[in-house]
């Protein structure tokens, strides 16, 4: 029986952990992470759960501590934000390239300087690059169901990755909302027993991870980590039926919304699209064939999929809310990349907004389908990248 | 009362306004509700004036925004009136609902409210001293809230906010937040 409660994204994550029960967790507090490992930090305490907490110096020491008690052969776990993020750069590489399953919620949140605290996707989308997973989350509900499945996806035997599950900061990790609890029992079987691959711990057969690999392999060992991403889709699909069947919870690679005979369309991550689909509903009311496609599988990226959801509309917007300065916004490259291979595709421009946790609004949504009415009317596009809600 | 109701909170830090909204969305759970509680995060300063919020629905709720239309505006501080426009983006059927010490018709006519929009008084500060001996009115705004909106049951309302203040309080406040809430019910007046 599900358990309908009131919480805030960061307890719903932390009790997603405490039901998986973990072997270790990297401990480091930053806002507005810092509330879901001290809820953790608490279940252990109380003896909720049996994990071993490492409590470290630094982010970077965090998911060193991560890499060397999964090498080791446990099940691990850490969460961080933004700068911890950042700071964790180097090893999440090592993760990814020792192909070790560690989850890691990430709560968004932008990047210094200028400091600020809140939630925008700018230190997610820095870590694309780093060989792991990606699956974001629109609200709390989506945050834990997506936290459940990330168990299955990253330590499935023919992926073997880390996985990076991203919440908005603030909008989500804090806010309270309405959601449902698995029964703890049934998280534990869902997600099953950690198998290990090349233990550490195993000493009768001694192994070594990250040796030096020069010029004669290396070349050879990222094809590996490039072919082992092209099999991810599948496995999160086939993770998501089973889920579907547990919770009665349907997930796919993306959300579409009213997108099936669209003309107009946003592309949008995480809470914003929930609050553009209330405005969709407004234009349809009016007649207007608007729709939307939300992401959820960022790493490795839906190309194809994409491309087939959007291909019949006539104008796209996608929506950013980090920017690569001097390019576009990052969703936009991936979604840019993917109508190209189409004969016919819908007219595509970028929109960046909300970056420091701006408030995204239900005007800022109808401003933008507006645009896109407009360009799928007279075929003009007046500007490619855009800053909308800016103080003039 | 439609099928979603908005809810602005106006406070200052240290009043329990946050916490508050968050006791509301609890108690609104019931029936199968969608609900939503959140501050609008600033710098946490006790006495700075800071805002919260309530969606309760009967609709999934998928907007991740402040409200801008609020069916309901909470004031708890009555100090705020003089500095911000607490009726802000408020409907012509928005109920306002004031911790204060004087007469709801004067609180109608200080906001220029309309015929159709409700103007409720409770005087949370004293109730929350004379049930607990500290200003903190947010218990009593509460029951004011419950019996002006009837979004929720009284029993409920009382069932929730011993819950949650007994993870943190001692069984005189948490006793004392009971009456408090129950007197806020009982005391509004309006005009």
């Not at chain 1, 959300?255 to 407004?282: C, F, H, M, P, Q």
């Not at chain 1, 509309?313 to 690569?324: L, P, Q, Y």
């Not at chain 1, 300065?325 to 840019?336: A, D, I, Q, T």
């Not at chain 2, 309080?169 to 005009?191: C, H, P």
Request: glycine share 8%; net charge negative.
């Amino acid at each position: 029986m599900a358990k309908v409660v009131a919480v805030t994204g960061n307890e719903a994550v932390a009790n997603a952990l405490r039901q998986v029960n973990p072997d270790v967790c990297g401990i480091y507090p930053i806002t507005p992470q810092t509330d879901m490992m001290q809820r953790y930090a608490s279940f252990i305490s109380n003896g909720k759960v049996d994990t071993e907490a490492i409590l470290v110096e630094s982010e970077h020491s965090s998911m060193s501590a991560c890499i060397g008690a999964s090498a080791a052969g446990g099940r691990v776990v850490t969460a961080t934000s933004s700068q911890g993020l950042a700071l964790m750069w180097e090893m999440l590489h090592i993760a990814s390239g020792d192909r070790l399953p560690i989850i890691m919620p990430v709560v968004n949140r932008a990047l210094s300087a200028p400091l600020n605290i809140h939630g925008d996707h700018s230190d997610a989308m820095g870590a694309r690059d780093t060989g792991w997973i990606q699956i974001w989350s629109e609200n709390a509900q989506e945050a834990y169901d997506n936290t459940v499945q990330s168990f299955r996806v990253g330590e499935h035997m023919d992926i073997r990755l880390p996985v990076m599950v991203c919440l908005d900061g603030f909008i989500i990790s804090h806010s309270i909302e309405r959601m449902e609890y698995l029964e703890d029992a049934e998280v534990k079987k869902f997600v099953g027993e950690f198998k290990n691959l090349f233990p550490l711990l195993d000493l009768d057969k001694p192994k070594s991870y990250g040796p030096l690999i020069l010029t004669d392999l290396y070349h050879e060992y990222k094809r590996a980590q490039h072919e082992v991403m092209t099999k991810v889709k599948d496995v999160v699909l086939d993770v998501a039926k089973d889920f579907e069947k547990l919770s009665g919870r349907k997930y796919g690679l993306f959300e579409t919304y009213r997108l099936e005979d669209a003309e107009i369309a946003l592309v949008i991550l995480n809470s914003a699209a929930g609050t553009s689909k209330d405005v969709v509903d407004e234009f349809r009311n009016k007649g207007i064939k608007a729709g939307l496609l939300k992401p959820r599988l960022f790493r490795p990226f839906p190309y194809e999929e994409v491309a087939e959801a959007l291909g019949n509309t006539k104008a796209v917007c996608v929506m950013d809310r980090a920017d690569s300065f001097g390019g576009y916004g990052p969703l936009f490259m991936e979604v840019s990349s993917a109508l190209y291979h189409l004969k016919e595709r819908p007219l595509l421009i970028n929109k960046i907004y909300g970056l420091g946790g701006r408030d995204y609004m239900p005007s800022h949504a109808e401003l933008v389908l507006n645009e896109l009415a407009e360009i799928a009317k007279s075929g003009k596009i007046r500007t490619y990248k855009e800053y909308i809600g800016v103080r003039e | 009362m439609a099928e979603t109701t908005e809810i602005r909170w106006h406070g200052r830090g240290g009043q329990g306004t946050v916490t508050a909204a968050k006791v509301l969305a609890d108690t609104c759970l019931s029936g199968g509700r969608y609900v939503q509680a959140f501050p609008e995060y600033g710098p946490e300063r006790a006495g700075a004036p800071l805002r919260a919020y309530n969606r309760i629905s009967s609709k999934e709720l998928r907007m991740h925004c402040p409200v801008l239309n609020p069916d309901v505006v909470t004031v708890v501080d009555a100090t705020l009136l003089d500095s911000i426009n607490i009726a802000e983006g408020a409907k012509e059927n928005t109920i306002f609902i004031i911790n204060t010490t004087k007469a709801p018709m004067e609180m109608r006519e200080k906001l220029g409210a309309g015929s159709k929009q409700r103007v409720i008084t409770v005087d949370a500060t004293k109730i929350a001293l004379d049930c607990f001996g500290r200003a903190l009115p947010n218990s009593p705004m509460l029951g004011a809230l419950c019996k002006a909106t009837g979004l929720v049951a009284i029993e409920h309302l009382l069932e929730d906010v011993k819950k949650s203040f007994g993870k943190k309080f001692s069984q005189k406040i948490i006793d004392g937040n009971l009456e408090a809430t129950k007197r806020g019910y009982e005391e509004v007046k309006e005009a």
